[in-house]
């Protein structure tokens, strides 16, 4: 069985493509989106067990369609099941999250030791999205890097967020 796109997921695979056969530069072209096979329903719950929170239910839903995703968002991919080697991290996510455990979560109005699952953190480990869990942040989603923060109540607005990146602003900490 095929999972169908939802159409969120589809708009990012769509972005991602149009800029990798738009890129006029064959030695720097960016790169395809690299979404890959669903997980199955057993998987992600492993995943919710891993992860010690309730997955947020856009998220386990891009898990169904696929089970993570190289660059949905520049350098950033999407962890799914299979990143998490075992129930650990992969090892940027568990560095990024080391990196903003503790005093800046209390500068981002969370508590010092809130249980922080990372969902993506770009290639060179300077920005990640992190998933909180229901009801200790602003949203379910953090979204830090280069100096900037932002608070997503759901998956599917990150991916919304992808493909329009001229609404940072509708979810940017203030």
Same mark, same amino acid.
């Given at each position: 069985?095929?999972?169908?796109?939802?159409?969120?997921?589809?708009?990012?695979?769509?972005?991602?493509?149009?800029?990798?056969?738009?890129?006029?530069?064959?030695?720097?072209?960016?790169?395809?989106?690299?979404?890959?096979?669903?997980?199955?329903?057993?998987?992600?719950?492993?995943?919710?067990?891993?992860?010690?929170?309730?997955?947020?239910?856009?998220?386990?839903?891009?898990?169904?369609?696929?089970? !993570?995703? &190289?660059?949905?968002?520049?350098?950033? =991919? +999407?962890?799914?099941? $299979? %990143?998490?080697?075992? @129930?650990?991290?992969?090892?940027?996510?568990?560095?990024?999250?080391?990196?903003?455990?503790?005093?800046?979560?209390?500068?981002? !109005?969370? &508590?010092?030791?809130?249980?922080?699952? =990372? +969902?993506?953190?770009? $290639? %060179?480990?300077?920005? @990640?999205?992190?998933?909180?869990?229901?009801?200790?942040?602003?949203?379910?989603?953090?979204?830090?890097?280069?100096?900037?923060?932002?608070?997503?109540?759901?998956?599917?607005?990150?991916?919304?967020?992808?493909?329009?990146?001229?609404?940072?602003?509708?979810?940017?900490?203030?």
């Amino acid at each position: 069985m095929t999972a169908v796109l939802s159409e969120w997921v589809r708009d990012v695979v769509e972005q991602r493509m149009r800029e990798h056969l738009a890129d006029p530069d064959p030695d720097w072209m960016s790169p395809a989106p690299g979404l890959r096979p669903p997980a199955t329903p057993d998987q992600v719950a492993e995943l919710e067990r891993w992860m010690g929170q309730p997955l947020d239910p856009t998220y386990a839903e891009f898990l169904l369609q696929g089970d !993570g995703m &190289a660059h949905f968002d520049r350098s950033m =991919p +999407v962890f799914g099941w $299979s %990143d998490w080697a075992g @129930g650990t991290p992969p090892e940027a996510g568990g560095a990024f999250v080391d990196l903003v455990q503790g005093e800046f979560c209390v500068d981002c !109005g969370l &508590a010092p030791d809130v249980l922080l699952a =990372p +969902v993506s953190v770009d $290639s %060179d480990g300077s920005a @990640g999205i992190l998933m909180i869990p229901p009801g200790a942040g602003p949203g379910r989603f953090m979204w830090f890097g280069n100096g900037d923060l932002a608070f997503f109540p759901t998956f599917r607005e990150i991916f919304e967020y992808a493909v329009d990146h001229g609404r940072w602003k509708d979810y940017a900490a203030t």
